[in-house]
């Protein structure tokens, strides 16, 4: 995920949201429902409401695709198990892992989908190295990173950590670490533990076996509640068509249902429904006249524009798009700005995600050409944890195939790599072999256009003051 990325607020739906709350409670899709409509609202008003509706829905309809790829669809192929279960993954990821965009390929993951409708989620650490760095990081379906578990935030010695939703009103139980809340009621949690080389997988294996994910009645051995309602769970939009899709809107509403209204946002949510969106209801674009339809089309165009005005702004610095409500203050572009960078990147503190698309000249990175980057002696990115450069092709955001399977520079790679005669590092970057001698630092690109993402776990404060930037592609000469 750049990856694919935090404060819990308990929240109160108002008054004027109380049938939201009551389709919430049904929890499911009901097709008998007819959407609401556009009303008496002119096209430019229902134009000007669904921009606002694509720009703030970007991150739910991504994040639900995800949700449902890892812990609904049991027949596909990026299924990752039912909610509440842990899936540990001992490997590092590669081209064949394509349910989101900016996969990282140098921490093996652990992945957990968490639905707390019925009752909290207690999600258990075990001890492990002082040196070894790991994260679980947490996102609601807003795709903010409402908090962290790992080495920077609780630290390496174990704990156990309730995970709550929205509406859980109970206390602390005992032998718990922390109470840690969600806004929504569900979560996606997205583990990463540091493997220091190829020979350490057995240690890491046996780190991931210590994590533990069971719901609350379990930790405590005591019955458990009634289930969360049944869901009729919708097909997510096709990959390629969540730009241009009036479905859109479908997937938005019923991903609404599970998000209990924000007090700061009680009036765009109302401006929504307006227009249809009602949380939990069948947005019915068939049933809408040709005027509106094109209203709302229109409206998703103008807000894909915002989002590439964003990102043409960014300059390859994508940290201001990931974080907290608290931290983003409801920038919903940054937010629908940030999944589309890379869904599921963690907030700055915990990294950074320098995004290179352009080489030094201004020129887009094209695997045609022939390219390096230099690390200049003692002007290692600095970090407390460690750094890392992957590769992936434009515009798909994946990892690429390539006849050395490499996927990636990082630092614990150093030792393999040639020094410079000045004691720093070049890395070549081209689609053809540098040549054997060259090999070792070569990171292989695509044939068509690419985009290297440099990750730098727990940064140090020279990085997190932009005092140490990132070296810059060079054309070779």
Known sequence: MLKKKIVCLSLLLPAAMASVAATQTAGSHDASHPSAGSGTLKPAQVEAIAKEAYIFGTPMVDMYGTMYAFSVDKTGSQYKGPFNSILNIARVFTPDDTAFVTPNSDTPYSFAGLDLRAEPVVITIPPMEKNRYFVFQLMDTYTFNFDYIGSRTTGNQGGHYLIAGPHWKGATPKGITKVIRSETEFVNVVGRTQLFNPADLDNVKKIQAGYRIEPLSAFEGQPAPPPGPAIDWIKPLPPGTE?????????????????????????????????????????????????????????????????????????????????????????????????????????????????????????????????????????????????????????????????INRYLINAPMLPDLKTDPDGGYTIYIQSDSPGKDKEPNWLPAPQGGFMIAMRYYWPKPALLKNEWVSPKIQPAK
């Open 243 to 403: 730009r241009t899709s009036l479905e859109f809107f479908n997937q938005l509403a019923f991903m609404l249902q599970f998000a209990p209204v924000n007090p700061t946002e009680a009036a765009l949510r109302h401006r929504f429904e307006q227009i249809g969106i009602v949380p939990g209801k069948p947005f019915d674009v068939s049933a809408l006249p040709a005027d509106t339809q094109a209203a709302l089309k229109a409206g998703m165009e103008a807000g894909q524009k915002a989002i590439d005005a964003r990102r043409a702004s960014l300059a390859g610095h994508s940290d201001t798009l990931f974080g907290s409500r608290a931290f983003l203050k409801n920038d919903y572009v940054a937010r629908a700005t940030g999944t589309q960078v890379g869904i599921g990147a963690n907030s700055r503190d915990e990294a950074l995600y320098p995004i290179l698309e352009k080489d030094a000249t201004g020129q887009p990175l094209d695997g045609s050409k022939h390219y390096t980057l230099h690390f200049a002696k003692g002007q290692l990115p600095p970090v407390n944890a460690f750094w890392s450069m992957t590769m992936y092709n434009v515009p798909q955001q994946l990892l690429v195939k390539n006849p």
